[in-house]
């Protein structure tokens, strides 16, 4: 069983910057394909960015590309989301997830253990 702990959230300006951050604890993360969704009052949970376990294979929302970063130190057992230019329209809970597979890495459905989520407000 994997544990997660999203922390980073925050309010911010339009135009700024958050670094969010998913602990794991319970079993290695190395192992793990980690993804970031969020979910906006009233909207379906959407997928943010991903990133296998070995680091080197991501994936991002178009919406998010050139803005939003996804990395991860296996050492901490820590997935990190440095996000930049945020828009009000980024608005949401961030929630980080895992899964032992890539395939269908966007889809929610297919994450095994979810975080609590961590509340990210911009402002206009």
């Known amino acids: 069983q994997v544990q997660l702990v999203e922390s980073g959230g925050g309010l911010v300006q339009d135009g700024g910057s958050l670094r969010l951050s998913c602990a794991a604890s319970?079993?290695?993360?190395?192992?793990?394909?980690v993804g970031w969704f969020r979910q906006a009052p009233g909207k379906e949970r959407e997928f943010v960015a991903a990133n296998a376990w070995t680091g080197y294979r991501t994936y991002y929302a178009d919406f998010v590309k050139g803005r939003f970063t996804i990395s991860r130190d296996n050492a901490k057992n820590t997935v990190y989301l440095e996000m930049n230019s945020l828009k009000p329209e980024d608005t949401a809970v961030y929630y980080c997830?895992?899964?032992?597979?890539?395939?269908?890495?966007?889809?929610?459905?297919?994450?095994?253990?979810w975080g609590q989520g961590t509340q990210v407000t911009v402002s206009s």
């Open positions: 997830a895992a899964r032992s597979s890539w395939i269908g890495v966007t889809a929610p459905a297919t994450y095994d253990h």
């Open positions: 319970g079993r290695t993360f190395s192992n793990y394909a």
